[in-house]
């Protein structure tokens, strides 16, 4: 049966709110774009020439990426096994747990840096701990990956989830019958079968941990990651001296990008066939 | 063999209940039912992937029920193949394969007629060759027991041929238990040993798939089977009648010997204005009348045929598909399905309108 074709004022509502969807959508794109672009523009030649010249710049690119990538790997090695669990289980407590996963992206970053504090600071138990081990969280290196780990591994667990969840459980039990105990199935199976998506959350999860500021900067103001000194410059020197530091900061933030372009057009590997 | 007593299972809000059945050593059962009635669940309970509630399973002399997938000796194979995609075509066969299994491998391959597709990448295989991968990858590790959830539904009608052929071989040759899951009536009639019917998560019927075909337990067994005349109406037991006997001619009145007669009885079966005499074990009271349609013979003339049951009918509807012809008639307001071959019903002159006689055996109708 055929629908009898919109009425002429019908249609002229229907192309009013075309048009207001297409330039509200615009205007979004513009607001999300213009800054870094302004940003760029006016800081990416100096924020490059700064790399060569600013030790202080060039030191915190090292430490943020180091930071980062520790953040990150530890992210990987401890939640890619909860990952799987909650991708494979449905019970009220895998609900739960994933439910608390999501709070540290909810509250504020300076909230979650004293939270940490709380928890890892010399007065407390864990802190007087990890002191007497001789490895100081408040001030140091390791109080920068606490706070990027914070702050960024909800999302790789998140997403390593969704990749384990597409999946399907059938590719493991076809592997069974085929003689493997579970840990080579996950092995030779799913592992392979979800790297993409574990790798594009491990990138995530590093762009994440990179542009962190409101919980290192309560844990560990200095050595300075980037975002850390591009805020010092700011405040100590005002917007000039902020912005190459900045835009270097934006540079750095593209490498996760591209790398993301790259996984997101590789072809799909977790279908049936 | 394949034994399964009282298998409860679920998935999701989908139940298997109660599901008990035994496939022989060495024999091929077939299991058959519609859409969504548990078919691949019931796989995948005997193959250990599914939790089970309930119940006992036994594969050969062991009891697997609490044994994981690994430990059982089967082999699946979905209808969609879940071949690992990140593997080529001869690592996903070798991919269970052991040192004792590789000239297994080679010759499933062979026999298969996929020996060529060793190095190519299994998303550019169409979806026959993949069913046929996925077979290979199954059968080469030489499992004693096989679970097969409709292998050959993307296959052409030459190489889904062929390859029933081969694993009908394999499966003698080899001795492995086989599972196989299908739709095709033709194929469980060809296949199968002992046909199982599920629906909705429970066995209907379960039994030699001739017997299972032409004694559906239900009138819904038997329309899903396709039988085409399934009449509702009413049984009288003749008892003015002797006792007839379903083997052999008697002549009325000669007494059948009692081991033979076994509580057969000559029976009236009157659906609207048909009556169909035939012979059963019913007692009398409501019942349905199963008569397949190619047990319905067509003739111009009222034939001289010792078939008890002979009607005049008009032609209401005559189609044909290949060489086969269904002829739908009307006899005195109830509907009577013929199915013959197209070059009877040429010869015949069967036009649509027409007055034409039916006749069929009184051992061609079944109640349930």
Not at chain 2, 60 to 67: F, I, M, N
Not at chain 2, 158 to 183: D, I, N, S
Not at chain 2, 301 to 309: D, G, L, M, Q
Request: aromatic letters at 6%.
């Amino acid at each position: 049966m055929q629908t009898a074709p919109p009425t002429p004022p019908r249609q002229a509502v229907y192309r009013v709110i075309s048009v207001v969807a297409a330039l509200g959508s615009s205007v979004l794109l513009l607001f999300l774009v213009a800054p870094i672009a302004q940003l760029v523009t006016r800081g990416g030649v100096s924020g490059i020439r700064a790399v060569g010249v600013d030790a202080d710049l060039r030191g915190a690119l090292l430490l943020t990426a180091l930071t980062a990538t520790g953040a990150t790997l530890f992210g990987i090695l401890t939640g890619t096994p909860l990952a799987y669990f909650l991708a494979r289980t449905r019970s009220r407590g895998a609900g739960a747990i994933a439910a608390v996963l999501d709070l540290p992206l909810l509250i504020p970053h300076p909230v979650a840096g004293i939270a940490l504090l709380l928890v890892l600071g010399r007065d407390s138990l864990a802190g007087s701990w990890l002191l007497k081990a001789g490895l100081g969280v408040v001030g140091t290196p390791l109080g920068i990956i606490a706070a990027m780990l914070f702050v960024s591994a909800p999302l790789y667990v998140s997403g390593a989830r969704e990749a384990f969840a597409r999946v399907d459980r059938r590719f493991e039990g076809v592997a069974r019958t085929l003689g493997d105990k579970p840990w080579r199935v996950m092995r030779r199976v799913t592992l392979p079968l979800a790297l993409r998506g574990l790798v594009a959350s491990g990138v995530v999860m590093w762009a994440r941990a990179v542009s962190e500021f409101g919980a290192i900067v309560i844990l560990t103001y200095n050595p300075k990651t980037v975002s850390v000194l591009s805020y010092d410059r700011f405040t100590t020197f005002g917007l000039s001296e902020a912005i190459p530091v900045a835009a270097a900061l934006v540079l750095f933030a593209v490498i996760p990008l591209v790398v993301l372009r790259l996984l997101r057009y590789e072809r799909r590997l977790d279908q049936p066939w | 063999m394949i034994s399964v007593r009282n298998l409860g299972a679920r998935v999701g809000a989908f139940h298997l209940r109660d599901v008990s059945f035994d496939v022989p050593a060495g024999g091929y059962g077939v299991v058959i039912g519609p859409a969504g009635s548990g078919k691949t669940t019931l796989l995948e309970a005997i193959a250990g992937l599914t939790p089970i509630v309930s119940g006992d399973i036994s594969l050969g002399s062991r009891a697997v029920t609490r044994e994981p997938p690994e430990d059982r000796g089967i082999g699946i194979v979905y209808q969609h193949g879940y071949l690992f995609p990140h593997l080529s075509v001869g690592e996903n066969i070798h991919y269970g394969a052991t040192t004792d299994t590789t000239t297994s491998a080679q010759e499933v391959t062979r026999r298969l007629g996929i020996a060529d597709l060793g190095d190519r990448d299994v998303q550019s295989l169409s979806g026959g060759e993949r069913q046929l991968v996925a077979l290979a990858r199954a059968l080469a590790r030489r499992p004693p027991v096989v679970l097969l959830d409709e292998p050959f539904s993307a296959l052409d009608p030459k190489r889904r041929a062929l390859a029933r052929r081969e694993v009908r071989a394999l499966h003698r040759e080899w001795g492995f238990t086989a599972l196989q899951v299908t739709h095709d009536f033709t194929e469980a009639g060809l296949l199968g040993d002992v046909a199982i019917l599920l629906d909705a998560g429970r066995v209907l019927q379960c039994g030699a798939p001739d017997e299972v075909f032409r004694r559906p337990a239900t009138p819904y067994i038997a329309e899903f089977l396709g039988a085409e005349n399934v009449l509702a109406g009413t049984v009288r037991v003749l008892r003015d009648a002797p006792p007839d006997f379903i083997a052999g001619d008697q002549s009325p009145g000669t007494l059948v010997p009692a081991d033979l007669a076994s509580g057969y009885h000559a029976l009236e079966f009157v659906a609207g204005a048909l009556k169909i005499y035939t012979v059963g074990n019913a007692g009398s009271g409501p019942a349905y009348a199963v008569i397949r349609a190619e047990e319905v013979s067509i003739a111009r003339t009222a034939p001289a045929t010792s078939a008890r049951n002979v009607f005049r009918g008009r032609i209401m509807e005559l189609s044909t598909l290949g060489a086969l012809a269904r002829v739908a008639l009307d006899v005195d307001g109830m509907p009577l399905v013929a199915a013959l071959t197209a070059r009877s019903a040429d010869e015949l002159g069967l036009r649509e309108g027409e007055q034409v006689w039916a006749s069929f055996k009184a051992l061609a109708v079944h109640l349930c």
